[in-house]
């Protein structure tokens, strides 16, 4: 069974910048589709950015674009997701997830709060 284990979400005041990572108790292979989510409050999980294995970047939503980038070291078994200029309205709980064909796994999030 693999595990994603996230790190790096906190309190950061608005402007400010995190970077996530996500580390993968298997490994992360060309064609797997890495991805971070989020869920805010009252909210239904959002796809927040996506990419191959291989490290093309597949998909980056709107709110997201211009401030966040998606990484993988595939070495460390690890996806980053780079968070610039915060706003308020980017707090939530941030999740990893790995697709690798029909398996589905997810981490267990990690909170960001962006609060002056």
């Known amino acids: 069974q693999v595990q994603l284990v996230e790190s790096g979400g906190g309190l950061v005041q608005p402007g400010g910048f995190l970077r996530l990572s996500c580390t993968t108790s298997?490994?992360?292979?060309?064609?797997?589709?890495m991805a971070w989510y989020r869920q805010a409050p009252g909210k239904p999980r959002e796809l927040v950015a996506r990419m191959f294995g291989s490290g093309t970047t597949t998909y980056l939503a709107s709110f997201a674009e211009g401030r966040f980038t998606i990484s993988r070291d595939a070495a460390k078994k690890t996806v980053y997701l780079q968070m610039n200029s915060l706003k308020p309205n980017d707090t939530a709980v941030y999740y990893c997830?790995?697709?690798?064909?029909?398996?589905?796994?997810w981490g267990q999030g990690t909170q960001v709060t962006v609060s002056s």
């Open positions: 298997g490994s992360i292979s060309a064609l797997d589709m």
């Open positions: 997830n790995q697709q690798r064909g029909p398996q589905d796994y």
